[in-house]
Structure formats: structure tokens, C-alpha cells
């Protein structure tokens, strides 16, 4: 069975209903079985030591999630790893690098656009990034994107996020639902950090308190993704106050396209058309020409709007001849700002 993320993000969130929906329910539940059974298993055999963990010779801060989908790591990485070069670290990125195309896939050249003196190493084997970082860019700190299932490599702080909007992946796990693991992997955590808290009320952040405290003591950030200014393609910026009382028409290809159409309407523009792509998604020349032809066909006064991820793939400043903007978003810390930079720089030695 092969479904798009739309669809499937439909079915297991309880949006779509109907006999072949309840069908695909019980189906992904049965897949999902083996794939919790082998997540504990593999979780257990690191726990016990029986699989090998390598140690760097630098300290790692990992950040990653419990739940597929986007959480927001990505402004994280970069505030995290800017945090250490506010204070002299010599920092390096490590990441898996899904849907990376000429070794290289669009977290790493927004995080190189951002923090150009940063460098961001990918690929499957982050143990030998991690000796490479070390060995050939003297690195005094690794920041592991996307790490906390990735077991291998040793880490002296792990970040997990948890977005207040999904906190626990529909409450099952993958693919009947969205969880990489039992939400028990919280105990791992050093820090938690909830993303998007604008996004659920007051009662809602309580009950994801109160759920982490059951694993972890760790010390909990509240935070939220602020639209901060909009990009040309020619590199120059414009006010994010841009937005209000704009019309716009935008497009997306992340984890989470519903929460870049949110950002857009609290930054107060009216989103009249809205276009998702796959995460990750590698733009063809047919979909450029597609977005162009879509771009023509609205109304002079409507802005047309990306996200920086995927502004930096496209690579133009044009969509024909409109001009096209990316949204740049950033970290606000509503709640523990200081505790969370003293335990990342703690943790960097």
C-alpha cells in the first residue's frame, strides 16, 4: 500500500473517515507491530551495551524528536549551533541528509546560508563525519541534526523537541501513527524543548509537562517560530511587516506546510492560494515551469511566497515574472532561555 503524506497524515490523524479508510487504519496498524517491536529491540540492545557506541573525541549535542513530521529542528540546529560561536566554539553539523541531491539537500544549504561559518557535513555514516569533523576541520563541538535515534554515535546532551501541535504522533506509532519510538525514549532527553506552543493553549502545554515529567527531569523550553524577515532571491531582505494586509499565494515542500500557512496568516496576510509539495521535495524544470504558470495566473497584488527551505533549492528570483519571496524563521524562547543555554554550553565544555 502507497500513500502520498497527505493521505496518509489524513488517515491516521481521524480527518478522513469511511470503510476503506477504516481499512487502511488496521492495515497500518499491523505494520506497525514488527516496526515498534524492532525499534525496542534495537533501543534495548544499546541500552544493554550489547550494540557499540562510539565516542568522539569532542563533545555532541544531538537534536531530534520523537515524531516524524516537522517539529521545528532546523531553527534549532541554528540557533544552537550560533549559541556556540557566540562563544568561540569551533562547531560542525552532522546530519543524515534525506533528500539530499549533489550531497547536499536544503536543511544544509539554509543552515549554510544562515551560518555561513558553520560547516554541514551529511551522509549515512555520521560516526566517520564525526572523525572527519574532528581530524580535518578541528572541530571543539558536533551538533548532531536530527540524532536522537541515531544511537551509534555518543552523545553529551541530547535535545528533543516536541511540537504542541502534534506533541505525540496521533499517539501511535509509525506508520499507524507518527511516533519514531514509545514516547518512554524521553528519558534519554537532557533537554526538552516545545515548539509552535502558540499552537495549543494553556491546558494542552500543562498536559505535555506533565507527560514528560513521567520519563525525564530534563529542563523544558517553551518556544515559538517567528517569521523574521523576507528574502529576495538576489540575497537582499525586506520587513517581515511586508506580510500584513498582503494577499498571498505560496507554496511549500517541508515537514510541516500546514504551520508555514499558519506563520504567513498570523504575520497577517490572506492566503488565497496554497500549494504543498513532499518534504524535502527536489524541484524538476517541470515544476518550476508548473509554478510558473501558476504564479501568472494571480492577480497582480498577490505576493508570491515560499519557505527559505525551499528558496534555497530553487535558486531564482523570479517565478516568470513575478518576483518570488521566502519567509526566514526564527527561534523566540518564551520559557527558559537561560537554563537552555547554560546546559548546551555546559555541555560543550
Not at 228 to 233: E, F, H, R, S, V
Not at 240 to 246: C, H, T, V
Not at 288 to 295: F, T
Amino acid at each position: 500500500m502507497t500513500l502520498s503524506a497527505e493521505t496518509w497524515q489524513a488517515i491516521v490523524s481521524g480527518n478522513r473517515q469511511g470503510p476503506s479508510t477504516w481499512l487502511a487504519r488496521r492495515m497500518l496498524s499491523g505494520i506497525s507491530v514488527p516496526y515498534g517491536l524492532a525499534v525496542r529491540t534495537r533501543n534495548a540492545m544499546f541500552a544493554r551495551g550489547w550494540k557499540k557506541v562510539h565516542r568522539a573525541s569532542v563533545p555532541v549535542i544531538s537534536i531530534g524528536n520523537l515524531t516524524l513530521g516537522g517539529t521545528g529542528k532546523t531553527p534549532c540546529v541554528e540557533y544552537t549551533a550560533g549559541l556556540l560561536r557566540q562563544h568561540d566554539q569551533q562547531v560542525a553539523i552532522l546530519s543524515r541528509g534525506y533528500g539530499a541531491e549533489g550531497g547536499r539537500n536544503d536543511e544544509a544549504m539554509l543552515l549554510e546560508e544562515n551560518l555561513p561559518d558553520v560547516p554541514h557535513l551529511q551522509g549515512r555514516d555520521r560516526v566517520a563525519l564525526a572523525a572527519t569533523a574532528v581530524e580535518e576541520l578541528e572541530s571543539d563541538v558536533l551538533v548532531l541534526d536530527d540524532g536522537f535515534q541515531h544511537r551509534r554515535l555518543h552523545r553529551d546532551l541530547d535535545i528533543v523537541l516536541i511540537d504542541a501541535s502534534n506533541p505525540w504522533g496521533f499517539n501511535r506509532m509509525f506508520p499507524r501513527g507518527a511516533l519514531r519510538e514509545p514516547v518512554s525514549g524521553l528519558k534519554r532527553a537532557g533537554l526538552v524543548m516545545i515548539t509552535r506552543v502558540d499552537r495549543a493553549d494553556d491546558t494542552a502545554i500543562q498536559e505535555i509537562r506533565r507527560r514528560v515529567a513521567r520519563y525525564t527531569d530534563a529542563t523544558i523550553a517553551l518556544t515559538v517560530h517567528e517569521p523574521i524577515a523576507l528574502l529576495t532571491g538576489d540575497g537582499s531582505t525586506e520587513p517581515i511587516e511586508s506580510l500584513r494586509g498582503a494577499t498571498v499565494a505560496a507554496f511549500a515542500g517541508i515537514g510541516n506546510p500546514d504551520a508555514f500557512r499558519r506563520t504567513l496568516e498570523t504575520a497577517g496576510a490572506t492566503v488565497v492560494e496554497f500549494r504543498v509539495f513532499p518534504d524535502h521535495h527536489g524541484y524538476t524544470r517541470a515544476d518550476v515551469d508548473d509554478l510558473i504558470r501558476w504564479a501568472s495566473s494571480q492577480p497582480a497584488e498577490t505576493l508570491i511566497a515560499t519557505t527559505q527551505k525551499d528558496m534555497v533549492k530553487l535558486r531564482i528570483a523570479m517565478l516568470g515574472d513575478r518576483p518570488l519571496r521566502a519567509v526566514r524563521i526564527g527561534l523566540k524562547f518564551l520559557e527558559g532561555q537561560d537554563a537552555f543555554d547554560a546546559k548546551v554550553l555546559s555541555a560543550a565544555g
